[in-house]
């Protein structure tokens, strides 16, 4: 069977870990304009690259993986040569469809995706939405394609902006969790690397537990937490913090800036 022609524009960091994760199961080319980048992206991947015109003129499905401030110029670039059954995947924080389809016309196939950073290895979490356009069998496609860098959720698009807060934010507040946790265990008396090791076993091996037990993380929590004991100490501190609420006002801020940002 032929392998579907994917044309990706912007190979960074993002682009990059879709190319890495799809290149042996489509026929990818990539414009990226960072010349650098592009030809370290040719010497991992088997790619084709090429500008603009060559990349989309050979695609049936183009992927846009540029930075918000450059996506204007690349859609107004796009635009006189896009062919009607090509279909659009833009991965553009903040970005609608409906701004993508006013840029592109109206009767372009669009499809919004929000990948996340696990992504660079395999084990991202990507929203999928649909512009006016798209169909099922739009959706069905970024799905699959999706599926070569971790997991997918197809939703409306008016949950993108929490779904930016949850899982596209995501990675930072673990990455905040993991390093405030390896702190602390330093500050008791290990050294660097011992800390480290200790924080990551333990994270990794309390995920395993909680995925592979299919336990609610609080009740858990509630497990390990005995009345009087040391757990119990840490907890009350958490709690004397609020914590809980720590969080769930931070995820509300990123929401809202996703919308404040989002066009
Ligand atoms: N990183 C994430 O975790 C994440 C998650 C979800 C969504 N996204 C979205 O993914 C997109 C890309 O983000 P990123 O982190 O991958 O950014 P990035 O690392 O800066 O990658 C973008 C690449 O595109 C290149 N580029 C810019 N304009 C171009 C053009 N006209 N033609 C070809 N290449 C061009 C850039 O080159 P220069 O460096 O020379 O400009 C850069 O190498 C963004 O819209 C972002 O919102 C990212």
């Known amino acids: 069977m032929k392998k579907t022609k994917i044309g990706i524009i912007g190979g960074g960091n993002m682009g990059g870990a879709i190319i890495g994760g799809i290149c042996k199961e489509y026929n990818v080319s990539v414009r990226e304009q960072d010349q650098k980048r592009l030809q370290w992206l040719k010497r991992k991947y088997k790619i ?40 659009v995947i833009s991965i553009a924080a903040g970005i609608t469809c409906r701004y993508v389809e006013k840029r592109l ?19 991202g979490i990507t929203g999928i939405c649909a512009g006016k356009a798209a ?7 970024a799905q699959v394609l999706f599926s070569r860098v971790g997991v997918t959720a197809v939703l409306e698009e008016k949950y993108m902006d929490a779904l930016t807060a949850a899982s596209g934010s995501g990675p930072a507040y673990v990455f905040l969790f993991i390093e405030s946790m390896t702190k602390a265990v330093r500050a008791l008396g290990f050294d660097e690397k011992t800390s480290r090791a200790l924080v990551l076993r333990t994270i990794i091996g309390s995920l395993d537990l909680l995925v592979q037990q299919k336990e609610d993380a609080g009740v858990l929590r509630a497990r390990v937490t005995s009345k009087g004991g ?34």
């Not at 372009?108 to 084990?123: D, F, Y």
């Not at 169909?135 to 496609?141: E, S, T």
């Open 48 to 87: 084709v690259t090429g500008d603009l015109k060559t990349v989309v003129k050979r695609s049936q499905v183009i992927i846009l993986a540029v930075k918000p401030r450059s996506f204007d110029s690349v859609l107004k670039e796009l635009r006189p040569l896009l062919k009607q059954d090509q279909l």
């Open 105 to 123: 016309g109206t009767k372009t196939r669009v499809i919004r995706a929000m990948p996340n950073l696990p992504a660079q290895v395999g084990e």
């Open 135 to 141: 169909g099922k069998k739009d959706l069905i496609f």
């Open 230 to 263: 040391t757990t119990q100490a840490a907890m009350d501190v958490f709690a004397k913090h609020d914590f809980k609420m720590v969080f769930k006002e931070a995820l509300s801020a990123a929401k809202k800036r996703a919308k404040e940002l989002s066009k």
